[in-house]
């Protein structure tokens, strides 16, 4: 944000980039300070959420047999067998969100002064010299109509 204070009192605060339109006296002159500043605002939400899932298995059963020596030799391989489950199911149940922080504040910046500047204002004789030859231009400029004139 930028605060622009005229030599007259006047005050205006725009953001930074924004035009901004001044009444300006009629003087020859007038000085402008212009001072940088923001207004932060900073934010804090955090929270916590648990989401349990359970899995349930009924009647599942695995027998795992190893046949070392001669059997093995022959050929025979390790007897694995596997039964179930019978029965299974897998749930997610939502759990509760926890606020843990939840706040906002603002963090200042100190504010920055450039150097003051001067924008001349022309004086009123000026400009009534400026619209006068501006008139005048004009008034050259006009077309001018001619009477005809017949001859019999």
Do not use: C
């Not at 900073?42 to 009924?58: A, H, M, Q, V």
């Not at 027998?63 to 001669?70: Q, R, V, W, Y």
């Not at 920055?112 to 009534?128: Q, S």
Request: charged residues 20%.
């Amino acid at each position: 944000m930028v605060q622009l204070d005229l030599s007259d009192g006047q005050s205006k605060t725009v953001a930074v980039g924004d035009s901004v339109l001044f009444d300006t006296p009629v003087a020859k002159e007038t000085t402008v300070t212009p001072t940088f500043f923001l207004d932060n605002t900073f934010t804090n939400t955090t929270s916590l959420r648990i989401d349990p899932t359970f899995d349930l298995e009924i009647l599942s059963a695995h027998l795992g047999l190893d046949l070392p020596g001669i059997v093995n030799t022959l050929g025979v391989g390790d007897i694995n067998i596997t039964l179930g489950p019978l029965f299974e199911q897998h749930l997610t149940t939502p759990g509760p969100d926890i606020a843990v922080f939840d706040r906002s504040w603002a963090l200042p910046f100190d504010q920055v002064m450039a150097a003051d500047f001067t924008i001349r204002t022309p004086e009123p004789g000026t400009l009534i010299l400026l619209g006068t030859g501006l008139l005048g231009v004009a008034v050259s400029r006009r077309r001018r109509t001619m009477p005809a004139r017949y001859n019999a």
